[in-house]
């Protein structure tokens, strides 16, 4: 079973979904760069090794970089999963894991990169809204995409009640991506993302749930 770290920065919901899905792979450690980041319980109250790599203790990004990609090697990750993890990662760390670091980002990618994505998507009037997992490229919220998922925007949406609708397909769509990348089944290939097996892809990729 490929060991693969789950990086977190609050809540977890996320990496509650991964946890739950008894993905293909054994997960070695959730990493958080805040004490206090609600995911560390859960995760150590099941048994999940935990770790803080505090970010306010390090001079620059490179040196809290260096050691996070020390913790997850020294526990023997293969797969990254960023799990609102809530820092830009250098240059340095994202080749070190090139193709083997995967993120979830609250929009229909390349739509709506960085922060407050649902405020910025209501501003914009858009009628659909959604979620990406992606591969982790040096460039903020813009690798290459593996699984999307489409909901609509309702009438009366707030930025909450819009979030809330996407959270639920991040938790379905990114255990589907991790476990795809786990099985070998989807890689990144110069830059692009290849799967296995076409009819698989196509069934995956794109999530439109019934409303
Ligand atoms: C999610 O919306 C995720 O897409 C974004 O940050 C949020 C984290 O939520 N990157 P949680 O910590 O997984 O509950």
């Known amino acids: 079973m490929k060991p693969y770290v789950i990086l977190i920065s609050g809540r977890g919901s996320n990496m509650q979904a991964l946890l739950q899905a008894r993905l293909p792979g054994q997960c070695v450690a959730v990493i958080s760069n805040r004490p206090e980041a609600a995911g560390l319980a859960w995760a150590a109250d099941r048994g ?54 995967l993120n979830i980002h609250p929009s229909l990618l390349p739509a709506f990169p960085g922060l407050n994505t649902h405020e910025a998507a209501l501003a914009a009037g858009v009628r659909l809204h959604g979620c990406t997992v992606h591969f982790v490229t040096s460039a903020l919220d813009s690798g290459p995409i593996i699984i999307q998922a489409a909901v ?20 379905i769509i990114y255990p589907q991506a991790a476990r795809a990348v786990l099985d070998g089944r989807c890689r990144l290939e110069s830059g692009r993302v290849v799967w296995d097996d076409d009819a698989t892809s196509a069934d995956l990729a794109l999530r439109v749930p019934a409303q």
Do not use: K, N, Y
């Open 152 to 171: 609509p925007v309702l009438a009366g949406d707030t930025p909450d009640s819009l979030a809330a609708r996407v959270l639920q397909q991040e938790h």
């Open 48 to 101: 999940v090794p935990t770790r803080i790599v505090d970010h306010r203790r390090f001079p620059a990004r490179e040196a809290f970089d260096a050691t996070l990609a020390e913790e997850i090697e020294g526990v023997g990750g293969e797969l990254v999963l960023l799990a609102g993890f809530m820092r830009i990662l250098t240059p340095g760390f994202v080749e070190r894991f090139a193709g083997r670091l």
